[in-house]
């Protein structure tokens, strides 16, 4: 402690020592306390009013609390003020008129009526032991804000939705159960897959701390049996004596996430750097959209489903996706190698309903064979990889779909993955969100810990190891090791989810048929199939054809004339992009911030000794200013 620290009283808190400091001091012990102290100030300043983190049901609560304040102190100032009671007069004896005392007991009106409330349940959490377990879960995520919370977020997400069903299930005990922090050191979180907004899973794992049956003292054993009973002790099942995880969560879950299996993890257990290889799925139709008619064939609508095959082979191996993702410039990722596994077009079989008025001969490919059976048909984009970039799955269909429409040839995906010739990314559409799902994750290891398994990961926290490795020789049929308690296992519960499944599927089955059955009514009334002069172009002002593009969305989008990948703006590089984010924090380049050891922390503490100066955060915040708080950090 420092002799201006001594010389504070000490009812006085953080803010009031910062505000004490000068502004500038030579000492790094002083420079490094003076940060520590601006960080709390801040954290201190902010305690009470940010909300940022809190689950919309926890602010609701909060507002009527507030509001119910509010009430009670208006009627409080609206009800005058009563004049003190009068004293009772003094009772004078009359013999007269005096009653015997009643021999029936008196009842108070006061008495309550009824059974008393029971009492809310709590729980102690020292009484309990925790352990560390894997979950893996499904949902459809249509309706949520993507999988990781986000405080701005219109719509929930699934973490929220996790969230609330472990506090409900007192399953973890947060201090603050209204506000979403599954980062606590305490709970041991990590996600194998962070899907984005209107993107599901089927297969989705997480790692997490978790209450457990286990005695706390002695969780691998019970209490010696009664006398008369068995001798000896019986061994504790960390699977068979165990919360039925998957059951108790999916009480509290909605109908459209269920937890489908648990197992134990080892200490160290990384959802994230533990998981191999990820598997994706992106659904689509054929045709994609309703085809145009005409006499010599429809123009537009189908898609020739082997060309967008060979499209899709060329992804395979190890190559650099930089033209086929985001750039997320807060992460500064430098390494775009990724290797895929496998990528193919796979028909879903049995999956499709028939509409009869595709078989009319004005509403066929014109040169495309679309096979046997009935129409429409449904396929997936089908992709294995050890791990992918920002939006990566989405930019790849968006390509294909545009060779499958006879747009681009199959060889564009590998023109886009030469680098050396295409160093920076044409300007072109991602597919959309919705018919991509996260569709499983592979642990070889099993639930083992992943700190010694996996020494290689970059700073952008990206698990290079073997399959990154061009060299390397990488096993791509890799198969989950872990041992899952899946939720059908026990009893009475083997049908228990299938049942619940069951009633969501036919809810969306009941909506296709009688979508199904409409579209069937009109077609045969309005015959879809006739041609109609100009029926098959639309132009734009200048008298070009407009060109309908498919995007994986419910219809096509006109676009103007198409213009071909090679021939399009380009945007920025990736470094380029890297730089002109790290200078805006101050630097001259993204070379020089990534050399300071943890700068992902330097700029978050520099961003809050900022705001507890009083000052709001700016884009280009002095170097020296920066590299200081580094200083503080690092020492």
């Not at 620290?5 to 003076?34: C, I, K, W």
């Not at 068979?240 to 257990?269: H, K, Q």
């Not at 537009?300 to 650099?320: N, S, Y």
């Not at 499958?404 to 920076?424: A, F, Y």
Request: proline residues 7%.
């Amino acid at each position: 402690m420092t002799a201006a620290a001594s010389r504070l009283p000490r009812h006085l808190g953080a803010t009031a020592y910062s505000s004490a400091l000068p502004p500038l001091v030579a000492s790094p012990v002083h420079r490094h306390l003076q940060l520590r102290l601006r960080v709390a100030a801040a954290t201190q300043k902010r305690a009470m009013a940010d909300y940022t983190q809190w689950t919309k049901e926890g602010l609701v609560k909060h507002i009527r609390h507030l509001e119910a304040q509010l009430r009670h102190q208006k009627y409080m100032q609206q009800v005058p003020s009563e004049p003190p009671a009068p004293a009772a007069p003094t009772p004078t004896t009359d013999i007269t008129n005096q009653q015997p005392p009643s021999s029936e007991p008196t009842t108070s009106s006061e008495a309550p009526a009824g059974p008393p409330k029971k009492k809310a349940r709590t729980f102690d959490p020292s009484k309990y032991a925790t352990r560390p377990i894997a979950l893996k879960l499904a949902y459809l995520g249509k309706n949520y804000s993507g999988f990781e919370h986000q405080p701005s977020g219109a719509l929930s997400s699934i973490e929220e939705e996790l969230w609330k069903a472990l506090i409900k299930a007192f399953l973890i005990f947060p201090e603050q159960p209204d506000r979403v922090d599954l980062n606590a050191k305490a709970l041991e979180y990590s996600k194998c897959g962070r899907t984005d907004r209107g993107v599901s899973a089927f297969g989705q794992v997480i790692a997490i701390r978790v209450r457990s049956n286990a005695s706390p003292a002695a969780p691998q054993e019970t209490p010696a049996a009664a006398e008369g009973e068995t001798a000896g002790k019986l061994e504790w099942d960390p699977r068979r004596d165990e919360i039925d995880y998957c059951r108790v969560l999916n009480r509290m879950l909605p109908a459209d996430i269920r937890i489908l299996a648990w197992a134990p993890a080892e200490e160290g257990f990384s959802a994230r750097f533990s998981c191999r290889e990820r598997q994706y799925r992106y659904f689509f139709t054929q045709p994609a959209y309703t085809p145009t008619p005409s006499e010599t064939g429809a123009k537009d609508g189908w898609l020739d489903v082997e060309a967008m095959r060979a499209g899709a082979k060329r992804f395979e191996g190890l190559h650099d996706f930089r033209n086929f993702c985001k750039i997320d410039r807060t992460k500064q990722i430098s390494n775009f190698m990724r290797r895929v596994f496998e990528a193919d077009v796979v028909e879903v079989k049995d999956a499709s309903t028939a509409l009869t008025y595709l078989e009319n001969a004005n509403l066929r490919p014109e040169g495309v064979d679309v096979g046997g059976g009935t129409v429409p048909k449904v396929y997936y984009f089908h992709v294995r990889g050890s791990a992918f970039l920002w939006h990566q799955i989405r930019h790849m269909v968006a390509i294909l779909f545009l060779v499958g429409q006879g747009l681009e040839p199959p060889s564009v995906v590998s023109e886009l993955l030469d680098v050396d010739r295409h160093p920076c990314k044409p300007n072109y559409t991602m597919a959309d969100e919705v018919p991509l799902v996260l569709w499983d994750c592979i642990f070889p290891r099993g639930v083992e810990a992943s700190v010694a398994a996996v020494p290689d990961v970059t700073a952008d926290g990206i698990v290079l190891g073997n399959s990154h490795n061009p060299e390397a020789d990488v096993d791509t049929n890799m198969r989950d090791a872990i041992e899952w308690e899946w939720v059908g296992q026990k009893g009475a519960q083997k049908h228990e989810l299938t049942g619940q499944l069951w009633q969501y599927w036919r809810e969306k089955k009941v909506d296709e048929l009688l979508a199904s059955q409409l579209l069937q009514c009109v077609s045969a009334k309005t015959d879809p199939g006739r041609v109609f002069a100009g029926a098959d172009a639309k132009k734009t002002r200048g008298g070009a054809v407009s060109k309908r593009i498919f995007e994986g969305g419910n219809s096509g989008r006109f676009m103007g004339s198409y213009v071909p990948m090679m021939k399009r703006p380009v945007q920025i590089s990736a470094a380029d992009a890297n730089d002109k984010w790290a200078q805006s924090k101050g630097f001259a380049n993204a070379a020089e911030m990534t050399s300071i050891k943890n700068w992902r922390t330097v700029l978050k503490a520099s961003k809050a000794a900022s705001e507890a100066d009083g000052e709001k955060p700016k884009a280009g915040r002095r170097k020296s200013s920066v590299v200081e708080d580094s200083a503080a950090v690092v020492e």
